[in-house]
């Protein structure tokens, strides 16, 4: 409500929706120590946000605003495991390194409002934007101390403030990044051992 409104009323805004993505991917090893993986990945999704404006007297109809952006477009995934290392140095022999980049997205966006008043309705003409999603890079290391245990570590990060949408960057969005740390025990691989020792166990954070 702001000062030149002569009707009090009250705004409930909702929204669903997110963006997917399917990938098709291979990987190829030169070598025992080291191993690239490439993915070709198409991201596509719809998001939906509703406003409804509720009179606070019933003297007015309601009314609401619906908000529709669907988007679709490709971006390429690459990344290096390198393992077995102790033929460089005995120190990095239980040592596993990965890399993860995903290249910038350029998703073409139709955007379209539909507004509703009583039993009346009217749809806006579809606009074509570009939405940016920006790049992300990941690092992680695994510390294999024997055989049936491993410590690992990762860290990624995408600059969700450099992404644009409609030729600007939205207020509010910020940078995003996530750390994890897991520790699994491997079933044994000796016959006739315990039941509980045939079982992996895995702990994890992030």
């Given amino acids: 409500v702001t000062p030149e409104d002569t009707m009090l009323y009250s705004l409930h805004h909702t929204g669903s929706g997110g963006i997917s993505k399917g990938l098709l991917g ?15 990945n198409y991201l596509f999704g719809t998001m939906e946000r509703t ?21 679709n477009g490709p971006t ?32 073409t966006s139709t955007h379209r409002f539909t507004y509703t008043f009583s039993d009346q309705s ?15 890079f990941g690092v992680g290391v695994a510390y294999h ?3 049936r245990w491993i410590l690992a570590l ?16 939205p207020d509010g969005i910020r940078d995003a990044w996530r750390a994890g740390f897991g520790v699994e025990r491997v079933p044994a691989r000796e016959a006739g051992v315990p039941l509980l020792d045939r079982i992996a166990y895995r702990l994890g954070f992030s």
């Fill in 154 to 169: 990762d860290y990624t990060t995408q600059a969700w403030s450099t992404m644009e949408y409609r030729g600007k960057t």
């Fill in 51 to 71: 406003t409804a404006m509720a009179p606070r007297t019933s003297t007015y109809y309601q009314g609401s605003q619906d908000e529709e952006t669907t988007m």
């Fill in 145 to 147: 101390p024997s055989d």
């Fill in 26 to 40: 291979l990987s190829y090893s030169p070598s025992r120590s080291v191993s690239v993986g490439a993915s070709l």
């Fill in 122 to 136: 009217d749809t806006s003409s579809e606009d074509t934007n570009i939405m940016t999603v920006p790049a992300s």
């Fill in 76 to 107: 390429v995934t690459l990344s290096v495991l390198l393992d077995s290392l102790g033929g460089v140095t005995d120190f990095l022999q239980p040592f596993s390194f990965g890399f993860v980049a995903t290249t910038r997205a350029s998703l």
